[in-house]
C-alpha cells in the first residue's frame, strides 16, 4: 500500500515562497506521474503540476512561470517549489501518485496567502 504525506504549507505574504513536500511510502519510480492538486474553497479540486517518470513536466496556466515541481527518486518525494504567490494560490494542495499499481492522494497541505 502506498501512502503520501505532505507537508510544507503555512500562511504566507503575498509575493513570498514555500515549498511543499510529499512522502511516499513505497517507490515512485514504478509510478506513470507524481501530481500536485489544489482545492479553494467552494471550488473545485485543479490540476496545478504533472511530473512524469521520465521528469517531463507540466503546469496549469495559472501557475506557470511560478511554480516548479520535481522528484527524487532516491528520497521518493515531490516537491512543488512555489514563488510568487498570490491570494489566489490560496487552498488545499494534495500530492497525488498514479500507475499500474493504483491510484493514491495524500492528505492534503493548507496554504493561504494573506497579508
Known amino acids: 500500500q502506498v501512502q503520501l504525506v505532505e507537508s510544507g504549507g503555512g500562511l504566507v505574504q503575498p509575493g513570498g515562497s514555500l515549498r511543499l513536500s510529499c512522502a511516499v511510502s513505497?517507490?515512485?519510480?514504478?509510478?506513470?506521474?507524481m501530481d500536485w492538486y489544489r482545492q479553494a474553497p467552494g471550488k473545485q479540486r485543479e490540476s496545478v503540476a504533472r511530473?512524469?517518470?521520465?521528469?517531463?513536466?507540466n503546469y496549469a496556466d495559472s501557475v506557470k512561470g511560478r511554480f516548479t515541481i520535481s522528484k527524487d527518486n532516491v528520497k521518493n518525494t515531490v516537491y512543488l517549489q512555489m514563488n510568487g504567490l498570490k491570494p489566489e494560490d490560496t487552498a488545499v494542495y494534495y500530492c497525488?501518485?498514479?500507475?499500474?499499481?493504483?491510484?493514491?492522494w495524500g492528505q492534503g497541505t493548507q496554504v493561504t496567502v494573506s497579508s
Open positions: 497525488r501518485s498514479w500507475g499500474p499499481s493504483g491510484d493514491y
Open positions: 513505497g517507490s515512485i519510480f514504478s509510478m506513470n506521474a
Open positions: 511530473i512524469w517518470s521520465g521528469g517531463r513536466t
